[in-house]
């Protein structure tokens, strides 16, 4: 079962609230992701954790709070965001961060910041 | 750095018809290759990989063989169907660039009845 669940589907917040993105996997994978995808446009990388341990950030505004709870969860805490922020999340997972590993992507959130 | 090229779109066929969709790379070292699917309101779906030099990826009726010697992975289909209207990305992934997939601008499909 190679599947990437992510909750929300859809979110509709304004630029004060404070919300969050889930994304969970059960394949013991140790690498998990999160890309942004703008309409049009192939997914762009924003965090990844490797082992629980944020090992890249590409350099993505603090509005974004990427946290890794546990092996199986990711989440990302969304705050004070602004309407360019609204986008496709895609969380992914991989087994590790080895470049032959498949990475599994999510259905994706969709978030609408108005 | 690294980058992927792939054909523009949108293509449009019609059903039944062959299917082509370039791709080439540029990076150094040993990259290993992706085409991903993303069909409309959905997340990507991994299609086929390729991680070494001759390797054919095949999925789904679809096919694509890495050839370093022209730094390609081109996405071939010998008959489509309505249901691979999507849109297709390219990747490439190296253990040097950590973990970051390297993606393509991607190429929208459109099959006809």
């Known amino acids: 079962d190679t599947e990437v669940t992510q909750t929300p589907k859809h979110l509709v917040m304004g630029m004060t609230n404070k919300k969050s993105l889930k994304c969970e996997q059960h394949m013991g994978h140790r690498a998990m992701y999160w890309y942004k995808q703008k309409a049009k446009k192939p997914p762009e990388l924003m965090f990844v954790?490797?082992?629980?341990?944020?090992?890249i950030n590409e350099s993505v505004p603090s509005r974004f709070s990427p946290e890794c709870p546990n092996s199986s969860l990711l989440n990302l805490h969304l705050h004070a965001l602004q309407p360019e922020d609204s986008a496709l999340y895609l969380c992914?997972?991989?087994?590790?961060?080895?470049?032959?590993?498949?990475?599994?992507f999510g259905e994706g959130s969709w978030l609408t910041v108005v | 750095g690294d980058s992927v090229t792939q054909m523009e779109g949108p293509v449009t066929l019609s059903e039944e018809a062959f299917l082509t969709i370039n791709c080439t790379y540029t990076?150094?070292?040993?990259?290993?290759l992706f085409w991903y699917v993303q069909y409309p309101g959905e997340g990507l779906q991994l299609l086929l990989k390729a991680t070494k030099a001759d390797d054919k990826g095949s999925n789904k009726g679809f096919e694509a063989t890495y050839r370093k010697e022209t730094t390609s992975f081109h996405l071939e289909k010998g008959s489509v169907q309505v249901s691979d209207s999507a849109v297709y990305f390219c990747?490439?992934?190296?253990?040097?660039?950590?973990?970051?997939?390297?993606f393509g601008e991607g190429t929208q499909l459109t099959v006809n009845p």
């Open positions: 990076a150094t070292g040993y990259p290993s």
């Open positions: 990747a490439l992934r190296k253990e040097t660039s950590g973990s970051r997939l390297t």
């Open positions: 954790y490797s082992y629980e341990k944020l090992s």
């Open positions: 992914a997972s991989s087994q590790n961060v080895l470049s032959g590993n498949t990475i599994y």
